[in-house]
């Protein structure tokens, strides 16, 4: 008998070790050599704040920086809508959540927050009244700013032209509506701590996890979430879906991640989504370049490329190589015969801009050969920019893909993606009409 209790809590104990294991998560920048330190400790260059060109403007201006650098534009803005004013639908599994309204209108922005209330937000995820946001706000990324920083975003925030817009309340089902769930949730998961600076590694590498981690929360679309839906960094940048998009692996892995991109071309795609023959950002991350990467200091970048540098490699083995070579011709008879429906649709409506060799003839934003994109064999983010269409701002102005969601039906667009895959990819993808269906609906919208 005592023999049957003693396998009985050696069970428990696994059981509880496996479980920690599970909901467990390691801090954002714990891969590093070295121990970090609490920021007043930290001898070196300060890596919080605004690059140096910066330093001496008015807390209005280093509070743009800042706000653009943290991309609170892309998630605070319904699509065509009022920048800030809020709307943007997140499509959860479970319901759907509207981003509110942050400027400072006082009757349906955040016109009446005290400093202490915003500074609560972003640091712990609580409002002024006490209830708990949902972690689609991505505060445990925010929790790394300094108070200065916090408060000069909020100084900029407050500098805009309040807009009346309520917010649509969200139509999350039960439990999930229940906010205050979240306080267990914050209790493992948001460590309410700023960001300590790692002594062992460079003053760049250091403001380059202060970039990525505070500000510009890479990892809160490129890191797997656990069952908890934590940003688990036991898998650090190692792709995940997010709005029904695939954000790719971003780890230093040579195939199925960035790890063959040298510095600068690393710089160049991060400063405007796009590098000849690596194709080009869209969708989510399209976004993030045009509101937020792209208005960076050049140091800035340059800090952001030596930190993803030193991410240890995850390989993804269902992302191949991609493949470099151009397709030479018109589709053969072969083709056709594989998938007639997608090579009518992409003569008709694609080939003028995107061209046939997969360099586009009139614009290399268009360009295929080499993305990531039209080389992921799930096909998910080029049914997305099928569906939705794609703007982006390039040097020489902005350039539009209509969506085309409307326009064809599900069938269709799988048709038409499988047809991109194969031509122009390393595998082809398989997609169907209810995938397209699905994904189509998990976009923010
Ligand atoms: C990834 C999307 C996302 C980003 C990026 C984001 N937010 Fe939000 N934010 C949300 C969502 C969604 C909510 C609503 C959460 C809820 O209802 O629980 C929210 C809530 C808020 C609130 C609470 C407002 C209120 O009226 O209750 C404030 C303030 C806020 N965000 C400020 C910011 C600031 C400042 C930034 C940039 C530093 C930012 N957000 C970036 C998605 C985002
Ligand atoms: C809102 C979600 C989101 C955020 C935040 C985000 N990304 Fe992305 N990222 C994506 C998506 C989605 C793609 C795929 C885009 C496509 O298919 O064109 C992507 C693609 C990329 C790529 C290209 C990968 C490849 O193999 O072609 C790089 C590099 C990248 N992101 C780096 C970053 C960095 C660095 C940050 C933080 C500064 C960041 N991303 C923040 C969603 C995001
Ligand atoms: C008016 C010109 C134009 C037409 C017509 C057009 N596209 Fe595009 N498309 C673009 C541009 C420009 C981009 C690049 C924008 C970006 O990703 O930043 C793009 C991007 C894409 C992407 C995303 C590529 C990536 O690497 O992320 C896919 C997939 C795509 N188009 C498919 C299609 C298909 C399929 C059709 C026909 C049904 C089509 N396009 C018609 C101009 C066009």
């Known amino acids: 008998m005592k023999r049957f209790h003693w396998g009985l809590l050696a069970l428990a104990i696994v059981a509880c070790v496996v479980a920690a294991w599970i909901i467990y998560v390691p801090g954002p920048t714990a891969?590093?050599?070295?121990?970090?330190?609490?920021?007043?400790?930290?001898?070196?260059?300060?890596?919080?704040?605004?690059?140096?060109?910066?330093?001496?403007?008015?807390?209005?201006?280093?509070?743009?920086?800042?706000?653009?650098?943290?991309?609170?534009?892309?998630?605070?803005?319904?699509?065509?809508?009022?920048?800030?004013?809020?709307?943007?639908?997140?499509?959860?599994?479970?319901?759907?959540?509207?981003?509110?309204?942050?400027?400072?209108?006082?009757?349906?922005?955040?016109?009446?927050?005290?400093?202490?209330?915003?500074?609560?937000?972003?640091?712990?995820?609580?409002?002024?009244?006490?209830?708990?946001?949902?972690?689609?706000?991505?505060?445990?990324?925010?929790?790394?700013?300094?108070?200065?920083?916090?408060?000069?975003?909020?100084?900029?925030?407050?500098?805009?032209?309040?807009?009346?817009?309520?917010?649509?309340?969200?139509s999350l089902a039960f439990p999930f509506n229940q906010r205050w769930g979240m306080m267990f949730w914050s209790l493992f998961y948001n460590s309410n701590e700023r960001y300590r600076p790692n002594p062992s590694q460079s003053a760049e590498w250091n403001r380059g996890a202060?970039?990525?981690?505070?500000?510009?929360?890479?990892?809160e679309c490129h890191t797997p979430r656990n069952l908890l839906q934590a940003v688990d960094n036991k898998k650090k940048f190692a792709g995940a879906v997010t709005a029904g998009w695939r954000a790719y692996n971003i780890t230093q892995d040579a195939t199925s991640g960035i790890g063959s991109w040298d510095l600068d071309t690393t710089a160049k795609f991060l400063a405007h989504g796009h590098v000849e023959g690596l194709g080009t950002a869209s969708g989510p991350m399209g976004e993030a370049i045009d509101m937020s990467l792209r208005h960076m200091a050049p140091e800035d970048i340059n800090a952001l490329?030596?930190?993803?540098?030193?991410?240890?490699?995850?390989?993804?083995?269902?992302?191949?190589?991609?493949?470099?070579?151009?397709?030479?011709?018109?589709?053969?008879?072969?083709?056709?015969?594989?998938?007639?429906?997608?090579?009518?649709?992409?003569?008709?409506?694609?080939?003028?801009?995107?061209?046939?060799?997969?360099?586009?003839?009139?614009?290399?934003y268009a360009d295929f050969v080499g993305g990531r994109t039209v080389n992921d064999p799930t096909a998910r983010n080029v049914a997305q920019a099928i569906i939705w269409g794609v703007t982006r701002h390039t040097p020489n102005g902005v350039v539009t893909m209509p969506g085309f969601g409307k326009a064809y039906s599900d069938e269709e667009i799988a048709a038409v993606s499988n047809y991109i895959t194969a031509r122009f990819g390393a595998e082809k993808s398989r997609i169907t009409a209810a995938d397209i269906k699905t994904i189509g609906k998990q976009a923010s919208q």
């Open 31 to 170: 891969f590093a050599s070295g121990s970090t330190v609490a920021l007043g400790d930290y001898k070196g260059t300060n890596p919080t704040g605004v690059p140096v060109s910066l330093a001496s403007g008015d807390i209005v201006k280093r509070g743009e920086y800042l706000t653009r650098a943290a991309d609170c534009e892309a998630c605070h803005t319904a699509k065509g809508g009022v920048p800030y004013a809020g709307g943007l639908a997140f499509n959860l599994p479970f319901g759907t959540l509207y981003s509110p309204n942050i400027t400072p209108d006082k009757e349906t922005g955040i016109g009446n927050w005290t400093d202490a209330d915003f500074i609560n937000a972003l640091h712990k995820g609580i409002a002024p009244d006490g209830s708990r946001f949902y972690p689609a706000f991505p505060y445990p990324s925010y929790t790394l700013l300094t108070n200065d920083d916090v408060l000069a975003i909020k100084a900029y925030l407050f500098s805009l032209k309040p807009v009346r817009q309520e917010t649509e309340p969200n």
């Open 210 to 219: 202060y970039l990525a981690e505070a500000l510009g929360h890479c990892g």
């Open 305 to 364: 490329v030596v930190y993803l540098k030193s991410i240890p490699a995850i390989a993804d083995t269902s992302l191949p190589l991609p493949k470099t070579m151009l397709a030479s011709g018109f589709p053969t008879n072969q083709e056709i015969a594989e998938n007639a429906r997608g090579a009518m649709i992409f003569a008709g409506a694609c080939a003028a801009c995107h061209g046939w060799s997969g360099k586009s003839p009139i614009l290399s």
